[in-house]
């Protein structure tokens, strides 16, 4: 194996109620990488993204079957508590959802709820910082985060969800609500954040998981089609079914 | 359901004007060859005209190949596709000038010593259209097998350019006063020589294309 790997996946089925949305997916997520899945609505990239934080777990009726592994410690585990679970692994989501408190806020209270007892302005700060927000919110930190633009929302969340430090964030099309300007900047903050964090995104925006990402796993109607380096992916699939799906012929 | 259709027929544009330029090209060879063989001065120069005809084309696919990458972002082999384009229409471009360094041979060598070293022009300027001509057919759907086979070829135009350069060179030993045209067909005979390198590249971008690898069919 070339890198440490941050979660596998080894044989997950999963199932809302009877209709079973994934089928034995084994998927590697290396550490500090960035993987994007990718694939037509429904195909299962988001349910998988879900269960990697046991977000499904909150879902009435659904089930799942195989191992989920943070590390190397299987997530379902009895003495495993989900709350710890969604801290390592922390989510954002495709329309910014920041609290409706203030920016200072926002940062602040994942952190206390967490037992956070550093310097709190530090924390807001350097969190700010990393998501390359800080300089247009320090003048307001008091205000709150619903005046904020659509871009800026995002990017706050983004803050929220690394000032718990977390080893891997979860991107559930984090740029689909977004402008192109504000979009590239969301990248740019990907292409930053895998220095410290693991990423997995999913996207319907193929140029951005071209861009952004080191491998991608393409997904259909619940299976993974083929996985690897996003370079051979987007270059010379060996699948007609990703190709057909990447250059915009079906999905 | 097919999908994107306009852009389908954007890559099959492209595909079809590669091969409307390789048949031009063709076309070029055989009359420049023409004009040589019977001394035919208008052929010769109708040959250089057409060439302006094939610079223009080369840069019509280039622009065609620039505007599908920027507006459309091909992936994966539709990608390969147009890179490809843009390689072969520059080595079409290129042999089309050695087709017009032939026709220049008209002008530029004297019938007589012309006919001293016209059997291994010939055998080279048609081993090379027939190169031209069959690395085109291994183009219309990608062929790579096909392609691997016609670069093979190249090793005969080689050896043929080995033999008439020790021809020329004998010549002018011999005949001091024929340096000026000797040299001309030292140019003439190396130009042939690289119409089958360039056919050779040509082959090389189609199993490119077809398999996504660089292969080295001209070691």
Redesign the interface.
Known sequence: MDTKLAMHTKNLNFFYGDFQALFDVSLDFGANEVTALIGPSGCGKSTLLRCLNRMNDLIPETRSEGEIYFRDQPIHGQEVDPVEVRRQVGMVFQKPNPFPKTIYENIAWGARINGYRGDMDELVETSLKKCALWDEVKEKLKQNALGLSGGQQQRLCIARTIAVEPDVILMDEPTSALDPISTAKIEDLITELRKRYTIIIVTHN??QA?RVSEKTAFFLNGVIIEAGLTSDI????KEER??AY?????G | MEKRIHYQQQIRGIHQEILRMGVLVEESLRKALTAVKTQNRELASGVIESDARIDKMQLEIEERCTVAIATEQPVATDLREIMVAIKIASDLERIGDHARHLARAVDRVSPELMNESFPIIESMAELGISMVHDSLDAYVDLDAERARSVASRDEQIDALHHDLYARIIGTMKESPELVDQGTSLVFLNRFLERLGDHVTNICEWIVYARTGKHPELNP
Request: hydrophobic share 35%; charged share 15%.
């Open positions: 193929m140029q071209g987007f270059f010379n699939p990703t190709e990447i250059s915009g012929r079906f």
